[in-house]
């Protein structure tokens, strides 16, 4: 019994009521003051029927010495807050709903698809500068897509749309994307990240040659960038190294005579091609490493986006050629 009353009198928490026949005339308190110290008080016990047993006050002698966290009950403990650290980590994401105008096939898998933002200019004008994506999210369907924005940002300025080079993975967010139709609503975040930061190779005559690297949808954000304008055309060197599969697999083919135009020269790059195919084959990078031709380390730039051991590889071998890592640009 005298174990019992020490083992719950000590943490101060409410005591229980024995049986009369169970109390004895006294009964000795222990009060812990810390690991080396106990101080015990002897207090006289009245045989009533239905007493209870509860701890005496503690003497000021021991008060003072006792630290502020032992004077408080146990069950008047602070509680963790949960309900406040789940409200912190609630997803603070706006979506805004946003219809589909068209859904079109651009390549095997690959679906080009234009979404009106018109009715929402906050949303639009949230699109600054060309590498940068956004969620995309479809009516009950929990997990949003992350999407690179394949128009320039003055499409959305001046026609209200966003338009996205979507692959079609089987079982994902981004299959049941590409099986909607026009008209249908999406929701939509607003633009996020730093998208390709092209101040760091200008002005032009300072940074004459510009390598381009993309593989499959990776041209996406490519594409952005080439339409927006980046003085390609006042460039000596601009190189557009894009990888895919087969012809089949490759998007943008009807915009590859614009591009030129704009001073981008378009180098395809086929993985798998058939018999037919004449141009460079392989993967991007060995593609490069054939080609070369840096005049000037110092004044050359790359930007990269697509397969990750790509982007790797790409980097590896411009670095080892005395391009500075920091005029390698990525949009993540």
């Known amino acids: 019994m005298a174990h019992f009353m020490k083992r719950h009198l000590i943490?101060?928490?409410?005591?229980?009521?024995?049986?009369?026949?169970?109390?004895?005339?006294?009964?000795?308190?222990?009060?812990?003051?810390?690991?080396?110290?106990?101080?015990?008080?002897?207090?006289?016990?009245?045989?009533?029927?239905?007493?209870?047993?509860?701890?005496?006050?503690?003497?000021?002698?021991?008060?003072?010495?006792?630290?502020?966290?032992?004077?408080?009950?146990?069950h008047y403990?602070?509680?963790?807050?949960?309900?406040?650290?789940?409200?912190?980590?609630?997803?603070?994401?706006?979506?805004?709903?946003?219809?589909?105008?068209?859904?079109?096939?651009?390549?095997?898998?690959?679906?080009?698809?234009?979404?009106?933002?018109?009715?929402?200019?906050?949303?639009?004008?949230?699109?600054?500068?060309?590498?940068q994506y956004l969620q995309l999210r479809l009516l009950d369907v929990e997990k949003p897509s992350f999407l690179a924005?394949?128009?320039?940002?003055?499409?959305?300025?001046?026609?209200g749309a966003f338009e996205f080079l979507v692959k079609s993975v089987a079982g994902s967010t981004a299959e049941l994307l590409c099986g909607l139709k026009k008209g249908d609503v999406v929701e939509l975040s607003q633009?996020?990240?730093?998208?390709?930061?092209?101040?760091?190779?200008?002005?032009?005559?300072?940074?004459?040659?510009?390598?381009?690297?993309?593989?499959?949808?990776?041209?996406?954000?490519?594409?952005?960038?080439?339409?927006?304008?980046?003085?390609?055309?006042?460039?000596?060197?601009?190189?557009?190294?894009?990888?895919?599969?087969?012809l089949r697999r490759m998007a943008y083919q009807d915009r590859f005579k614009e591009w030129e135009s704009s001073g981008v020269k378009v180098v395809p790059v086929l993985s798998q091609p058939d018999d037919s195919w004449t141009g460079e084959s392989g993967y991007v990078q060995a593609a490069f490493s054939r080609a070369k031709q840096i005049h000037s380390p110092k004044g050359t730039g790359a930007v990269l986006c697509g397969q990750r051991q790509m982007t790797k590889e790409v980097t590896s071998i411009l670095v080892a050629d005395g391009v500075s890592s920091e005029k390698i640009l990525k949009n993540f």
Not at 39 to 61: D, F, G
């Open 11 to 74: 943490s101060f928490c409410p005591t229980l009521a024995p049986p009369p026949s169970l109390l004895p005339a006294t009964v000795t308190f222990f009060y812990s003051l810390s690991q080396v110290t106990t101080e015990t008080m002897t207090v006289i016990i009245p045989s009533l029927p239905h007493a209870h047993l509860s701890a005496p006050p503690l003497p000021m002698s021991i008060l003072r010495r006792l630290p502020f966290h032992s004077l408080t009950p146990c």
């Open 77 to 131: 403990r602070p509680r963790r807050r949960f309900a406040t650290l789940a409200a912190v980590r609630q997803d603070t994401t706006v979506w805004t709903p946003t219809p589909i105008s068209s859904i079109e096939t651009a390549a095997e898998s690959l679906f080009h698809i234009s979404i009106d933002v018109s009715s929402s200019p906050d949303l639009a004008a949230s699109h600054t500068l060309p590498g």
């Open 149 to 159: 924005i394949a128009s320039p940002p003055s499409l959305a300025a001046s026609s």
């Open 191 to 246: 633009a996020m990240g730093n998208g390709f930061n092209i101040d760091k190779i200008d002005p032009p005559e300072d940074y004459p040659t510009v390598l381009i690297f993309a593989t499959g949808s990776g041209i996406s954000p490519i594409r952005s960038l080439i339409e927006s304008g980046f003085g390609a055309d006042k460039r000596s060197d601009v190189r557009l190294y894009y990888g895919a599969r087969n």
